[in-house]
């Protein structure tokens, strides 16, 4: 089963991958990062088709799928 991976310290919000998601299962979190960012997450990833669309999506590498 695919799971998504999230560096939290790399992440800038740009919330490109909320948008990118198929399925609409990511958000962004209620606490920051080192950086001062919400970052990225996926509250449920048992739903993950591990289509990589948000790792596509991501300009700072944030999220890997790791199937």
Do not use: W
């Not at 509250?43 to 790792?55: H, I, N, T």
């Amino acid at each position: 089963m695919p799971k998504p991976v999230f560096y939290q310290e790399r992440c800038k919000g740009c919330e490109l991958c909320t948008v990118a998601c198929p399925k609409k299962l990511l958000s962004m979190s209620t606490t920051f990062n080192g950086k001062g960012y919400n970052y990225a997450t996926c509250p449920d990833d048992s739903e993950c088709v591990g289509c990589c669309l948000c790792a596509k999506s991501c300009p700072d590498t944030v999220i890997e799928i790791h199937k």
